[in-house]
């Protein structure tokens, strides 16, 4: 506490001051009736009662289970139609059309949602202000929506860029910047106006993330358009698939990575009501993340036409982004030490737990898998669709449930309908994601070791694709199977979640709050006369 605050202990109600989760307190919310700051003591900092939006989180954890489930249904769907060819449904529903539908939906939509409900809840919490703007947040949260909805019309109409996470039309584009931009200044005006002097290091993981998903999507999507719906890009040739890739890997890094820690570093102390393991290594974390991914890109364009240099490379600061990556693995897992009991009946860190390994999965796989000898073996085959659900799965689906179940009954003030239920999806959705990913590597390997494959004479001992894909079909249905149960998961949590609000009562009154306000410490200040 700083020392010009202290006098504030004695006031009528209770007053904790944080370094929030380094502490894991948190200002207490306090009853209307006892709002007063009429006993502060004269030339004391002033306390200031406000109240948190925490509407605009509930509408994105709507948000992100609604598409969540729409993305996931598109997901089996086009599972199915690999092994099974009849489920294209027309020029529309084929695989070509939705498969880009469902990588937007699940990333985009569902991923994304989950990101702004964390971003929103987490960052009010930690500045101890509400939001910039009420209505920046909602211009932010009713543009997004739409610009997702854009996207599952365009894409089946067959609209598309044909750059991969990066599809949509211009128009579009240009929305997606604005909405960004909109959310980026509601961000930083919330910061600018925050009542806590310490940032978090969730924040700067935020902030990592606004400002370079701005300048990835900016400089990626620069396009000539030559009608409403057709744009070519202003790249040509292996500049492009650099330049695709540079945005394709740091959409990875700072849109399925760095938020999803922020919120990693927020929301599992939370639940663990434990302190963060290191602060120090989440600031090394921090730093050391941000530099390395940045620079990983050409580990996606291993022996293609782009210099020998930049895949080297893209493969050498790969191999360097384990370390960071385990670091943060490793202080999210070790801040539940002393807590692992609780583990058998909190659903929570169970997701989290389960969440964070997955992570620490995929980011060593990762940068084994962007070593060349490796990816001539791994790439283009299932294997590396097993490495993206591993991660989307495990980590991006596990901590976003993990996040919801955490929030439901604080943003809805009542119980969890039904814990049974939670369990339930955590293990179905667990058995269902290690059958998607097992049966992706058994397949993408056995495709691998097929296509590289020589008798003595030299010759290629499988010379008919069609071999391959008789040979793994059958790993097709499992990864359905497992896919579908982990889509069940997500139709329990919906069951979960109506039930729960409805027996939320009707007014849902925002969370008042008291803080002082900000003092400004100027270290070089001339002392004051005696
Ligand atoms: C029910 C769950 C899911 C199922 C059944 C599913 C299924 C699929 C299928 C069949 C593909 C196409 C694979 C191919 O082209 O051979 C795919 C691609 C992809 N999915 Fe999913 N998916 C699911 C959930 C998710 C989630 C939650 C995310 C992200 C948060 C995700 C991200 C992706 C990405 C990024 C790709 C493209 C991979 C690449 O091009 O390498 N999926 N998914
Ligand atoms: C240290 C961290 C990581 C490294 C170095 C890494 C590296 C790689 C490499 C080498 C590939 C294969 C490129 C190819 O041969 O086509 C790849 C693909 C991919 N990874 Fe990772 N990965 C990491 C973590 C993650 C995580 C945590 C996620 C998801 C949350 C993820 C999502 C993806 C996706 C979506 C692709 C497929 C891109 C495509 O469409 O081709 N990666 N990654």
């Not at 930083?188 to 990592?208: K, S």
Request: glycine share 6%; net charge positive; proline share 5%.
């Amino acid at each position: 506490m700083h020392p010009a605050c202290e006098h504030l202990a004695e006031l009528p109600f209770p007053l904790l001051f944080t370094d929030e989760l380094m502490e894991t307190k948190e200002t207490i919310e306090i009853p209307s009736a006892t709002r007063t700051d009429r006993h502060t003591p004269p030339g004391s900092p002033q306390v200031e009662v406000f109240a948190y939006d925490d509407q605009i989180t509930r509408m994105f954890v709507l948000a992100t289970v609604l598409w969540g489930f729409i993305g996931m249904t598109v997901g089996a769907l086009i599972a199915l139609q690999l092994p099974f060819w009849q489920a294209n449904l027309g020029e529309y529903f084929s695989f070509g059309r939705l498969r880009p539908l469902h990588t937007n939906a699940v990333i985009f939509a569902f991923a994304g949602n989950a990101i702004f409900a964390a971003v929103y809840y987490s960052t009010q919490r930690l500045c101890k202000a509400r939001m910039f703007s009420d209505r920046m947040s909602r211009i932010h949260f009713w543009g997004w929506q739409a610009i997702i909805l854009s996207a599952a019309i365009t894409l089946p109409l067959g609209f598309t860029t044909s750059k991969e996470y990066a599809e949509l039309e211009w128009p579009i584009d240009v929305a997606i910047a604005v909405v960004w931009i909109i959310f980026a200044v509601n961000f930083f005006g919330t910061l600018a106006r925050r009542r806590e002097r310490h940032m978090y290091v969730a924040l700067w993981f935020y902030i990592a993330t606004i400002i370079t998903i701005a300048v990835l999507h900016v400089g990626n999507s620069l396009a000539l358009p030559v009608s409403m719906l057709k744009s070519y890009s202003i790249y040509a040739g292996v500049q492009d698939a650099l330049i695709q890739w540079w945005y394709g890997h740091n959409a990875v890094a700072f849109f399925l990575t760095t938020p999803f820690l922020g919120l990693m570093y927020y929301f599992m102390p939370k639940a663990a009501e434990r302190p963060v393991f290191s602060y120090r290594l989440s600031i090394i974390h921090f730093w050391s993340l941000t530099f390395i991914y940045i620079w990983a890109g050409p580990h996606h364009l291993q022996y293609t036409a782009v210099p020998e240099w930049a895949a080297t490379l893209g493969m050498i600061f790969s191999v360097m982004l384990w370390m960071p990556s385990w670091g943060g693995m490793i202080n999210g897992l070790f801040t539940l030490r002393g807590t692992w009991h609780k583990l058998r009946d909190d659903v929570v860190l169970k997701m989290f737990a389960v969440g964070i390994t997955f992570y620490g999965m995929a980011t060593f796989e990762g940068p084994m898998l962007s070593v060349k000898s490796v990816n001539a073996l791994g790439h283009y085959t299932d294997w590396i669709i097993g490495h993206v659900h591993a991660g989307a799965l495990g980590w991006n689906g596990f901590m976003s449930f993990g996040m919801i179940y955490w929030l439901l009954p604080r943003l809805w003030h009542t119980e969890l309908w039904s814990k049974k239920l939670a369990n339930a999806h955590f293990w179905i959705g667990t058995i269902g994601m290690l059958l998607y990913v097992l049966a992706m590597y058994s397949s993408g390997i056995t495709q691998g070791l097929m296509w590289r494959a020589f008798d003595e004479a030299g010759r290629l001992m499988y010379p008919d694709f069609m071999e391959t894909v008789l040979r793994i079909k059958p790993m097709y249905w499992v990864r359905l199977i497992g896919g579908s149960m982990y889509l069940f998961g997500v139709v329990l949590l919906m069951f979960n979640m109506y039930k729960t609000i409805r027996s939320a009562p009707k007014h849902l009154p925002d969370p008042t709050v008291a803080a002082p306000a900000r003092v400004e410490v100027r270290p070089h200040a001339a002392p004051a006369l005696a």
